[in-house]
């Protein structure tokens, strides 16, 4: 039985979105940072809460391709709740831009009024 659900904040929303461009890939932590330009000690959590919510599930790097000898990596990758949560997210934040962008527009333009 997976957790409740997490807090859907920025940074939450910034992690989960990251999956979006492929949804069947596996992403690493790492790859994840680059991609949000968010900080370790931010990602991490996120990465573990997901996976408690079950939107997520992850794997150790197989021991034959660590090649540098330090630790193994942890791969992340989508579940299919997961693909729902992030797409409907996706949705809500593109629908809030042109919301955004409608009401700058209406205020700019009553304005010149």
Known sequence: M???SPK????TRMVLLS???DPDAE?????IIAMTGLAPGTV???LSRLCGA????????HASASSTGGARRRYYQLTSDGWDT???EQAAA???ARMTATKETTTWAADLR
């Open 19 to 21: 999956f979006l461009q």
């Open 8 to 11: 859907m904040t920025t940074t």
């Open 44 to 46: 991490y959590p996120i």
């Open 27 to 31: 992403l690493y932590g790492r790859q």
């Open 94 to 96: 593109d629908l809030r």
């Open 86 to 88: 992030a797409r409907r």
């Open 54 to 61: 079950g939107w997520l599930v992850d794997r150790p790097e």
């Open 2 to 4: 997976h957790s409740m």
